[in-house]
């Protein structure tokens, strides 16, 4: 069974930084893209970034081009979003998603909150 | 980036009755279409992909139609835990993919 586990979240003032990780277990987790899916308060979610299996190519949505980078370890099944220059429109609920920029989302993690705010 | 106009916001029907979905793009996406049911303080989840697959263990009642830009999410006979709301999402022209603002399906 596919679980992918978030963790990292939390109150942040405008302009700082968060790390957020995701625990990855039940496949093989070298072998798939993976990425990051928000959701603001009350609305659709938002893909924000995605990173390839082998290669590590990586992809960004234009409103956290240059803020926020993906990576991951794949000796530790462990999928990663450094952001930093943290706004207040960032404030979501952030999904780890198993799957490349141009998949659905089978797999989601059950999210963990960023909340930007003085 | 393709945007996807979703209708009506809310629905109101009661159970056992039929619900039809709505989900227009902004230009076509071919049959790169999916529906995502999301409850409460749970992350979504995979319906329908490629506009009329079912995702693994979605109930029957649960079917999806269109291409291009008109698709249908119709529920066939609601059931009380389908009352939640209702993503569509396009992977057709990327990045980035895309999603609906949804709608939102209420108990009448």
């Known amino acids: 069974e596919v679980q992918l586990l978030e963790s990292g979240g939390g109150l942040v003032q405008p302009g700082g930084s968060l790390r957020l990780s995701c625990a990855a277990s039940g496949f093989t987790f070298r072998s798939y893209a993976m990425g990051w899916v928000r959701q603001a308060p009350g609305k659709g979610p938002e893909w924000v970034s995605s990173i390839s299996g082998v290669n590590g190519d990586t992809y960004y949505s234009g409103s956290v081009r240059g803020r926020f980078t993906i990576s991951r370890d794949n000796s530790k099944n462990t999928l990663y979003l450094q952001m930093n220059s943290l706004r207040a429109e960032d404030t979501a609920v952030y999904f780890c998603?198993?799957?490349?920029?141009?998949?659905?989302?089978?797999?989601w993690g059950q999210g963990t909150l960023v909340t930007v705010s003085s | 980036e393709v945007v996807l106009t979703q209708s009506p916001a809310t629905l109101s029907l009661s159970p056992g009755e039929r619900a039809t979905l709505s989900c227009r793009a902004s230009q076509s996406v071919s049959s790169y279409l999916a529906w995502y049911q999301q409850k409460p303080g749970q992350a979504p989840r995979l319906l329908i992909y490629?506009?009329?697959n079912r995702a693994t263990g979605v109930p029957a009642r649960f079917s999806g139609s269109g291409s291009g830009t008109d698709f249908t999410l119709t529920i066939s006979s609601l059931e009380p835990e389908d009352f939640a709301v209702y993503y569509c999402q396009q992977r057709y022209n990327w990045p980035p993919i895309t999603f609906g603002q949804g709608t939102r399906l209420e108990i009448k």
């Open positions: 998603a198993k799957g490349g920029p141009g998949d659905y989302v089978f797999n």
């Open positions: 490629d506009a009329s």
